[in-house]
C-alpha cells in the first residue's frame, strides 16, 4: 500500500496536475496535436524585467518604483500619490522600528504627533477610504465594521490622544445606522465620516435616522475628499494624477454639500454638525458665491431654505488641509472671512500623506492674531467634538523647563 | 560675511550630501558632478529638510512636429534636489524651483582649497 501525506509533498505544478497527466496517458493523447487558445501567466512575478522594456525614460523610472498592482500607476484608480520615489516617508512607515508595545500604530502616530506638537490626533484610514468604490455592499459593511471595531479596540481603548470619526458604509444606509448605534458612545469615537467619492445622494430618505442618531449624540458627521480616476466618467478624460487629485478631492465634498443645502438638511437637522475634510480651502468662496447667486433666483426649487445657502456653510465646519498658499495674500485671508474662520476652521495635517501641512501653515499667517490662531489649531475641535485637552508628554516638559527657567 | 571651513572634500562624496550646523543655521554642502553647492537646509515652503531628499533629473514633455505630446524624457542636464517632505523641486546648481523662478533656496558661496571645504554665510 501506498501511503503519502500531501502535506509532505513539493507545491510544484507536476505535483499538482499528477491526475491530468495520468489522463493524458490514459487518452492517448501522445497521437494528436493539442492546441490551448487560452492560457496565462502572471507577469508581475517578471515586472522590473518588464519594466526595462519601456521607451520612456520617465514612465520606465515610474514602473521601476510603483510596480505592478496594489494602488498604483498600473491599478484601475491609477494612483501615484508619493511622486514616483520622491517622497519616502509612506516607504520609510513600514520598516520603522517600533516597540512590541503599545500597538505600532500608536507608536507611529504619537511620534509624528509630537515632532508636529499636535496633542490630540483624528485618525483616518488611507487605502479603507477606497471600501466606498468596492463593488460589494457586504464587504464594505463587513471591512468597514472589522476597522471600526479593531480601532476602537487597538488604538481608541489604549491612546487617549488619539480619537477617531468612524466609517460608515455609505452604500448601504441602514448598516450606517447600526454602526452609530453600535459604536457612537465608544471612548474616543468623536463622530462619524463618509468617503466622499460614495455614489449615494446624501438626501435619501434613508439616511434621514443616522443623521437623527448623530445629532442627538452631538457626533459630527464628515465628508473626507477623495477620488476616483479609471473608473469614472468625468475623471477618466484626465491623465495626471494632479489633475485628479486636484479636481476629485473638492469635486465630490462640493456636490455633497451643496445637495446637502439644497434639501434643507440644515434646516431639518439643525444640531448636526458637519465637517467638510481635505478639500483645501479655496473651493469656498467659490460655492458660497455660486449657490448664492443661483439661489436668489430659483428659491423655489429648495423651499426648505431659510436663508441663503452661503449663511448655512459658514455655519459647517472645514478642515484646513492641503490649505492653498500661492502668492494668494489677498485671497487667503478673505477665506478666512468667509468662511467664518475664527470658529469653523479646524487644523489638519493629513500626515503623512504626499501634501501634508505642519501647525505653521495657520501659525504663520501674518493676518491672524494669536487668539485666532489657537482657535483654529485647537480649540475650535476642542468645543466641536467636546475634547478634554491632553496634552503630549514632550511639550508639558518643555512647558515645565520653561517655567524652571524663569523661576528667579 | 564670514568663510568657515565645513569639512575636508573627502569628506562628501560624490553626488552626496554633509549637513552641518553653523551656529544656529543648518546649511546643506552638496556634491554634483563635481563640484560643490551650499544651500540653507530649509525649504521655503514648509521648512522641511530639502537638502536630504532624492535627486532627481528635470522631466520634460517631448512633442512632435504638430506639437502632439510624444512623451517625457529626462533631462540629465539638469538636476534637482527634491524636498522630502513635498517634493519642491529646486535647480542643485541655482537653487531655483522648477516651476516658479521666485521661490528659491537660500544659496551661500562655498569652495574647495587645499583638500578643504569652505562655506561664505
Known amino acids: 500500500m501506498l501511503v503519502r501525506n500531501p502535506q509532505d509533498a513539493e507545491k510544484d505544478t507536476p505535483t499538482l496536475l499528477a491526475h491530468a497527466a495520468e489522463q493524458a496517458r490514459a487518452r492517448k493523447y501522445e497521437d494528436f496535436l493539442i492546441v490551448d487558445v487560452d492560457c496565462h501567466h502572471y507577469e508581475n512575478a517578471s515586472f522590473p524585467e518588464i519594466a526595462a522594456y519601456i521607451d520612456d525614460p520617465v514612465l520606465r523610472q515610474n514602473a521601476k518604483v510603483q510596480g505592478m498592482g496594489g494602488q498604483g500607476w498600473t491599478s484601475p484608480e491609477g494612483s501615484y500619490q508619493e511622486l514616483n520615489g520622491r517622497i519616502g516617508r509612506v516607504r520609510d512607515r513600514f520598516t520603522e522600528k517600533t516597540p512590541s508595545s503599545p500597538h505600532r500604530d500608536i507608536t507611529l502616530s504619537l511620534r509624528w504627533m509630537d515632532a508636529l506638537g499636535v496633542d490630540i490626533a483624528c485618525l483616518f484610514p488611507t487605502p479603507m477610504l477606497g471600501l466606498a468604490q468596492i463593488p460589494r455592499l457586504d464587504v464594505e459593511i463587513a471591512l468597514g465594521r472589522a476597522y471600526n471595531r479593531w480601532l476602537v479596540e487597538n488604538v481608541l481603548a489604549n491612546e487617549p490622544r488619539i480619537k477617531a470619526m468612524l466609517y460608515l458604509p455609505f452604500n448601504q444606509p441602514e448598516a450606517c445606522y447600526a454602526m452609530v448605534e453600535e459604536f457612537g458612545d465608544k471612548p474616543g469615537v468623536v463622530g462619524f465620516m463618509v468617503t466622499a467619492t460614495h455614489q449615494r445622494a446624501v438626501y435619501d430618505n434613508a439616511y434621514m435616522k443616522t443623521y437623527a442618531a448623530l445629532e442627538e449624540r452631538g457626533l459630527p458627521l464628515a465628508f473626507h475628499g477623495s477620488f476616483i480616476w479609471g473608473r469614472e466618467n468625468n475623471f477618466s478624460l484626465a491623465n495626471r494624477f494632479i489633475t485628479v487629485h486636484s479636481l476629485g478631492f473638492t469635486f465630490y465634498n462640493m456636490l455633497h454639500l451643496t445637495n446637502w443645502i439644497m434639501n434643507a438638511l440644515p434646516e431639518r437637522f439643525p444640531k448636526l454638525k458637519l465637517i467638510w475634510i481635505e478639500s483645501g480651502l479655496a473651493w469656498l468662496p467659490f460655492l458660497m458665491q455660486r449657490l448664492d447667486n443661483e439661489f436668489m433666483s430659483r428659491t423655489s426649487e429648495c423651499p426648505g431654505l431659510k436663508r441663503r445657502p452661503s449663511e448655512y456653510m459658514r455655519e459647517m465646519y472645514y478642515t484646513s488641509q492641503p490649505m492653498e498658499r500661492v502668492d494668494n495674500a489677498e485671497a487667503l485671508p478673505l477665506t478666512f472671512k468667509m468662511i467664518n474662520a475664527a470658529t469653523q476652521l479646524l487644523f489638519s495635517s493629513d500626515y503623512p500623506h504626499w501634501d501634508m501641512d505642519l501647525p505653521s501653515t495657520i501659525y504663520d499667517l501674518p493676518f491672524l492674531d494669536e487668539t485666532t490662531k489657537r482657535n483654529i489649531l485647537g480649540e475650535n475641535a476642542r468645543h466641536l467634538f467636546n475634547l478634554e485637552p491632553i496634552f503630549g508628554e514632550q511639550k508639558l516638559l518643555r512647558r515645565a523647563e520653561r517655567a524652571l527657567q524663569n523661576t528667579p | ?121
Open chain 2, 1 to 121: 560675511m564670514t568663510e568657515v571651513q565645513v569639512c575636508k572634500a573627502s569628506d562628501i562624496a560624490e553626488d552626496g550630501v554633509l549637513i552641518v550646523h553653523i551656529d544656529d543655521l543648518e546649511v546643506g554642502v552638496v556634491r554634483h558632478r563635481g563640484a560643490y553647492f551650499a544651500y540653507r537646509n530649509h525649504c521655503p515652503h514648509q521648512g522641511g529638510p530639502v537638502c536630504e531628499g532624492v535627486r532627481m533629473p528635470k522631466v520634460v514633455a517631448v512633442l512632435g512636429p504638430d506639437r502632439g505630446y510624444v512623451r517625457s524624457e529626462f533631462d540629465e542636464s539638469e538636476v534637482h534636489l527634491v524636498c522630502p517632505w513635498h517634493s519642491y523641486e529646486f535647480n542643485i546648481e541655482t537653487g531655483v524651483h522648477a516651476g516658479d523662478s521666485k521661490v528659491r533656496l537660500q544659496k551661500f558661496p562655498v569652495s574647495e582649497r587645499d583638500g578643504n571645504v569652505y562655506v561664505t554665510i
